[in-house]
């Protein structure tokens, strides 16, 4: 059974920063794609960033220049760094993994909170 632990989020104050992180494990095959979303109340789910097996990434225009991506490919980790954090970002977080080649798959972390305080 694969599970994705996240963990780092929490209540900050604006302008703040905080790190998630995302731990898979019992994965049999690598994923191609890791990322975040997130869902505000009332609002879809949107991706947030991405990042790929060679470290290509995306970027919602939202947290351009404020939030970065990173992957640990030996250990199947991602991590986002959020800084100069807004009230706008407060939302429930949600990992991703994703491969789409040989044993193809798509998990879903549980979400974790992150609230920004004005």
């Known amino acids: 059974q694969v599970q994705l632990m996240e963990s780092g989020g929490g209540l900050v104050q604006a302008g703040g920063s905080l790190t998630l992180s995302c731990a898979a494990s019992?994965?049999?095959?690598?994923?191609?794609?890791m990322g975040w979303y997130r869902q505000a109340p009332g609002n879809e789910r949107e991706l947030v960033a991405s990042?790929?097996?060679?470290?290509?990434?995306y970027y919602a225009d939202s947290v351009k220049g404020r939030f970065t991506i990173s992957r640990d490919n030996a250990g199947n980790t991602v991590s986002i760094q959020m800084n100069s954090l807004k009230p706008e970002d407060t939302a429930v977080y949600y990992c991703?993994?994703?491969?789409?080649?040989?044993?193809?798959?798509?998990?879903w972390g549980k979400g974790i909170q992150v609230t920004v305080s004005s």
């Open positions: 991703k993994i994703s491969r789409a080649t040989i044993g193809s798959y798509e998990y």
């Open positions: 990042i790929t097996r060679a470290g290509n990434t």
């Open positions: 019992r994965i049999a095959f690598s994923p191609n794609t």
